[in-house]
């Protein structure tokens, strides 16, 4: 049950997320094309400054998700599997504590934001600050269950925590079946290295 509440809130991240992408993109192309014209969005940088906020924090948790955010393991990958996820399980808890750091910085500059108003919407400035803060919690979550994954397959030298995703999306897992070049020859067995 908690593994399908989990599944469609990954789903909802990342359909705002691409969302909010789509809009940009459409708005800004759309505001070019009619500035052409001499009637312009008005509004539409700041629809896109309040969406990029918004979709840049909440693609960083997603990314995190993932195992896709910015990352050096040059050293650490040549190092035994037990002391690479204890090197893991260090990594997520400096995040977590650097994101409540941030998280508490960035509720006091969004309340000190939220009577600022953009130049033409109806609506506070506090919403761009907010979304720093929020995705501050967002990651913390994504991190405590990276820790609770590798803590729970600590011992198991095969696990990767790269390879370990939601859903299984990413470059690894591309839908196309791995690539077989060995083929069955009249007796059934399978000869190596010959391309079918």
């Known amino acids: 049950m908690l593994q399908k509440v989990y599944r469609v809130y990954c789903r909802i991240e990342e359909t705002i997320v691409g969302g909010c992408f789509v809009t940009i993109v459409s ?7 009619l500035r052409v014209f ?26 995190l998700r993932y195992s896709r955010l910015v990352g050096m393991d040059i050293l650490v990958s ?3 599997p037990k002391l690479q ?18 998280m508490r910085s960035g509720f006091t500059l969004a309340n000190k934001n939220w009577k600022r108003a953009f130049n033409s919407l109806p609506i506070s400035y506090g919403y761009v600050t907010l979304s720093f803060p929020v995705c501050c919690c967002l990651m913390i979550f994504t991190s ?20 370990d995703n939601p ?20 007796a059934g067995k ?6 079918p």
């Open 38 to 63: 001499g009637r312009p969005i008005i509004t539409a940088d700041d629809i896109c400054l309040l969406l990029f906020a918004w979709a840049a924090l909440l693609g960083a948790d997603v990314a």
């Open 190 to 195: 399978k000869a190596a290295g010959e391309k």
């Open 144 to 163: 405590i269950l990276k820790i609770v994954k590798v803590a729970g397959h600590f011992k198991d030298d095969h696990y990767n925590i790269k390879e």
């Open 78 to 80: 040549k190092l035994p």
């Open 27 to 33: 708005l800004t192309f759309l505001n070019a094309l």
């Open 167 to 186: 859903d299984l999306v990413g470059e690894e897992f591309t839908g196309l079946d791995p690539l077989d070049f060995s083929v069955e020859d009249s």
């Open 85 to 102: 996820k204890f090197f893991q399980l260090i990594v997520y808890i400096v995040m977590i504590g650097a994101m409540i750091l941030f």
